[in-house]
């Protein structure tokens, strides 16, 4: 790499517009592009150190406001409105017209059923009896182990290590919960810690590596589906049979048939999650409220659950095993972002669950619409009518 | 809903600066919050009809650079400088190192392979052996129907019709290739028409439900992998023994031998990409150009595959089987979007395999510095330095 | 190893009573074990060269017969009495109440709905590119392919070649029909004829392996379930709301909803079958009747698609994606196991089809039983009084 | 069904010859078909009660035995001839080679790392906030419910209860240690009396089935593969480089780089096992040992893993996640199987993990074989020599 090919940087001034209109004009040398709406930010560079380098800009999202979506949660209570960023046209009104419907019936009820966030190192012996006698020793020592965790970290708390062993390895999970942040990182830190006393600690200086890539850190997987990631949380309403018909234009016995043929297209796919689309309205949340985007891989996975009760009402349950979204640190504080946090009131510390339960409801509502839509055979004159397709 | 809790609406000229306004007030009438960073946008809302409803402003996401990283693609050739539009620190420091990586062995070379975006009815019989007989009538009339997708729609090609049967239902694929766009809503409307017509010209006049869940629309599957949905793309690059050691710090022999490990842990948790991470680099790429953020959930599954060559170069290649990419429709049009695909000469039509190319390859230089990172244990100290957790 | 460790073992006449009671005797006096029983078979063991080696005698496996099964099918019609070889208790039992329940119903319809039987050779390239291209002559040549296949073997069919791509390599699936044998030999002689010519053909010679591990044989697969191996195969019927009632104690509503209840409990733990018990009817079946006993593990893969109807009687169908069976060859032409295909009138060229379907109705009838009496709490109390567990 | 089509049966005296000949002759009567040598049979019918219903005589399946295999395991150590009982021409050949070549290098080390079995019930609440309060009464009284288990049975000891909330159910696995039984129906009846306990002492007196369908009973699950069913066994050995050269005719660096290339077909198709096959060995020894045949779909689950060592040896292991096997109950004690179990000293108590020592040991060998000739471009050529296609 030439000298002249590098991006400008300036050690101690380098999230400023100063250096972001230098890095504009170096883009504009090298590749001719224009950056003049990327550049029109409004925010103040100096808050995204921490969050980005090499700071350019921001990209603006439109933003629309969904709702109100009433709620009959453990911590979200009442009417929110909801803040979708995409560039999907029909999506907002998708969700809004779920949301109307989930208001009808009562509200959503959500509840966060498990909290657990992990990291996942490795452990390799000469054989899996050095392996088995290792794990022995690990739950001999969790309380020494918590204690080093503890020492080296302000927020997490090591609830377990799950131990899987494969020939000579001894695959771990370090399971931590860890208030209203996200915490990857802070328990990345954590594990370290812990691993170098562990390897300090026992007979054999056991080698390792701080992934086995069993964490699943930003992708999808099985485990996250069995064994929590993040939040585990359950959002469920009763539709009335009524309004199923009346704003939906479905009948709930048809709901309910749907539910199986759809089930039976997620066994047969292999698919992450078993109703219509969760990503859609999580990762227009995330990017809405400065969640890590990345993590709607993990986000979206879940099942839906449904059943057809006696008087014709139906009753209609999402889980989402591996939601992870955080209420301060990451993106949380950005201007923009903050402010779609405080319009839900999910802004800080203590509001991590009612921001998960709204996401859980949100994802709810998505399904609702989308589901009765494809079921009348509206999906598609709705996106004719509101979307790009035209 | 009482008319005063309804979000303001106007049928006229409601992607309006006005209604953007007046909206942002009713939220902070009913919720307290103040807008005023999200009111503070600089791209006008009239460009937005048709990407969102009910626009109240936008969220200024980071974007930072990363590069530059040398290509040599089918499509993607030359130095390309990366839009990359995140929160998360030290992800434009991580694949900007891999990229700088990657083009001092040469550059990545990267290949899209396969074409097919899809959807997915589910035709209903009495019986699995009219279900069979069905699927012979299909294979019959694909010319008809192809006939059928061309008159109603300008841009998708009906490759084919893959067929599933369980129990009386037979699932079908509609796979299409759709040039430059994702092309989710323009097969969903030709697989409309073509639904449409075999309902009216196959004797059984077979009901059918636009969606049995199999294209796994938005949804990570084993079917993706499998089958292709969007584009699959490989990237690869020969990594050279001393450039490993030097920026990276680390021995192609670890390398390789990290490889497998990873791939154990891959199978145990059964996850959706074999490598260290994916998604960070197709989130921010796709919120920086406009894509459809949550087919970051599709997108983001793949396998790393590695081999150590008998000079110590280390070949890695990652492949993406799902990605779904467009350089025109959808988002890409906004300014800030269009800018950054102007960035990678990547906007318009004919750009959507070059683009595709270019994210695998920034993917691939993602995995370059995180795997490696992860084998140092520098992954910590890294995001100490740099991230949010000081 | 000593020479005194040695099976004995005579090159003309190994397959002899002789030769088994030498080895037995080798047995006794290395182990202490007398192998009384296994000596007392009454097969002629010069019958069994070419299916096994070293014969020492053969295990005895309880057979009890289940029916009579009324089936509908496309081959099977009419009453069977189907040979169950376990040392399972309750297992003829549980399986012939769902036989009555079936019977009582008007029969079970059957339908093999595809057949593929595959091997996956991989091939080894210097970059994506060459493979994709390879990919194309390898369509481009497929008569060609076609007709080495021909020439080197009798009965398989190559009916295509799937091919995916990661990285340089190119996976493929050489699929084949195999009329009435199971397949796995005959294809991948006529694979190996295939690879060799295309390695001299292809203008760069390249290198393949024989098993890239995707036709995934003797391994349950979501490959199989999305793609098929052996039969893909269908057997349904309607359970009478009365019959329902009166033999199984159970309302057809309540397996209804139990269906989806298990479905769900099938996403979350990524099982291979939806319904509740498959192999323990293949495992028999095939035990019985000389199959391959290992394919059990592909073969009870599947899916349970059920629908309440108006009339409150409820439609049941069991999907088996993979089921591998074969009328002659393998264990099929040996004495007991000969005579059971007979039974069934299963026995020779032209009735594979006929047994799959009958297999795949056994299935069904299993589940009938099975999940009837988790639902009425019967399973525990029918093992008590039939099983071991006194 | 008429009166004439019931298969005859005496409430009394069934496992009997005369009742079994009196079915052989009703048989003859409604099929035509002549049961000569499934009547042949030279066990006393009298010990088949328990075993199966309707008994009617024995299929005699063919066993050859391999070895030695060398072991140096925690139970299992020595010389050991090993039970296959098969009708696949080659298997027998190909073991025994595999059992040679570990046994030239020292032989196989193999070790149980975990024991569980599990029931499944599924508990349902009117919703999920309920479901997750009745988690924490089941955590409070778990010493409790060991009391009810400890009284309703001998054997289990129920050591935890996994609990996996979706909607308004509780989703739980109770898993228990077994002894040297399997176990499946004795856990069945110990935790039917747990959950009548449950609901009759929690206050909602909760609703429940037995199977939620996540014990995945005689099914393939991720779950297994994660959390265990039966015994999780390692078997590893350190393959010499002359050794593979000599006996195999492979490289120790093809062998690893062939590792990759099968675990990436492996990810690529979701297959249950990531070697060449565990199916075979599993299904032959289950059959020669009287082991639950069907148990064979859960118990060839598995990764390989291997590295290749600075010296030119591989280390090579095998991990079977769920391997189900006993040396009591079941048809352990039919005479044919329990000389089986007895050639290897395997029969009784305090024998079962060293018979899934063996079994596993045994998968490990017909890896090394299977690999290898894949490898070596001999795996065709074997079966032309030894199997049924000539």
Request: proline content about 3%; aromatic content about 8%.
């Amino acid at each position: 790499m030439s000298k002249s090919d590098r991006i400008p940087r300036d050690k101690k001034n380098d999230h400023s517009r100063e250096m972001a209109s230098q890095r504009a004009a170096f883009i504009k040398a090298q590749t001719g592009a224009e950056l003049n709406t990327v550049s029109s930010y409004t925010i103040d560079p100096a808050i995204t150190s921490g969050n980005i380098e090499n700071f350019i800009g921001t990209v603006q999202m439109p933003l629309g406001i969904a709702g109100p979506l009433k709620m009959v949660g453990e911590h979200a209570k009442g009417d929110f409105y909801i803040p979708l960023a995409t560039t999907e046209g029909t999506l907002v009104a998708s969700y809004s017209r779920g949301m109307r419907v989930i208001s009808e019936c009562g509200g959503a009820k959500a509840t966060v059923v498990k909290h657990s966030m992990q990291r996942a190192p490795v452990f390799r012996f000469d054989n899996a009896l050095e392996a088995r006698e290792f794990g022995r020793w690990l739950d001999e020592n969790l309380n020494s182990i918590r204690g080093v965790v503890d020492a080296s970290t302000d927020v997490p708390q090591l609830t377990e290590i799950e131990q899987y062993i494969v020939g000579n390895m001894m695959y771990t999970r370090f399971c931590y919960t860890t208030q209203d942040a996200a915490g990857q990182n802070m328990t990345g830190k954590a594990t370290l810690h812990a691993c170098e006393w562990i390897r300090a600690n026992h007979p054999l200086k056991p080698r390792y590596i701080l992934s086995g890539n069993i964490e699943t850190d930003k992708k999808h997987s099985q485990m996250n589906m069995i064994q929590t990631r993040g939040k585990r949380v359950v959002a469920e309403f009763v539709l009335k049979r009524d309004v199923a018909r009346e704003l939906l234009r479905v009948d709930t016995e048809s709901l309910y048939r749907f539910r199986q043929i759809a089930d039976v297209g997620t066994m047969l796919s292999g698919a992450a999650y078993g109703g219509a689309h969760s990503a859609n309205g999580i990762a227009a949340m995330f990017i809405a409220t400065g969640q890590d985007e990345a993590n709607v891989v993990e986000s979206h996975a879940g099942m839906l659950y449904g059943e057809l009760l006696d008087n014709g009402d139906f009753y209609w349950s999402v889980t989402l095993p591996a939601l992870i979204c955080a209420t301060y640190g990451g993106g949380t504080g950005l201007p923009t972002q903050r402010e779609c946090l405080e319009m839900m009131d999910c802004y800080g510390t203590g509001k991590a669950d009612k921001l998960a339960e709204i996401i859980a409801a949100v994802v709810l509502a998505g399904d609702v619409s989308l589901s009765s839509a494809i079921l009348a055979h509206e999906w598609v004159s709705s996106h004719e009518k509101m979307g790009r397709n035209r």
